[in-house]
């Protein structure tokens, strides 16, 4: 008999969660790791968010895009530059690097 644990249940939840916000998020609108946690009942767990996207756990979705608060690409993301063209082929404008 294989058991779940209610961590797992709840991870299990949290991404179905996570995959129907995604889903909502159209052509052309993009929003931050923050506000799709938000979106989908998990706020203040951007970084969960963060990670279960760099996983790949949402690649059928249109996880390209979620970007940094900013408005960036998180650069470190192994698929930085599928992003960044997939954003570009829906209008989004880069913005502009601020210098310290």
């Known amino acids: 008999?294989?058991?779940?644990?209610?961590?797992?249940?709840?991870?299990?939840?949290?991404?179905?969660?996570?995959?129907?916000?995604?889903?909502?998020?159209?052509?052309?609108?993009?929003?931050?790791?923050?506000?799709?946690?938000?979106?989908?009942?998990?706020?203040?767990q951007a970084r969960r968010v963060a990670r279960w996207l760099a996983q790949g756990a949402l690649n059928d979705l249109p996880w390209w895009r979620v970007l940094r608060a900013d408005g960036r690409i998180a650069t470190a993301h192994p698929a930085a530059a599928e992003q960044r063209q997939r954003l570009l082929a829906e209008g989004w404008q880069e913005a502009p690097r601020r210098h310290r």
Request: proline share 7%; hydrophobic share 40%.
């Open 1 to 44: 008999m294989i058991t779940t644990s209610p961590v797992q249940v709840q991870s299990q939840q949290a991404l179905a969660w996570l995959r129907l916000a995604l889903s909502r998020v159209g052509p052309g609108e993009q929003l931050s790791y923050g506000e799709l946690a938000r979106r989908a009942g998990l706020p203040g």
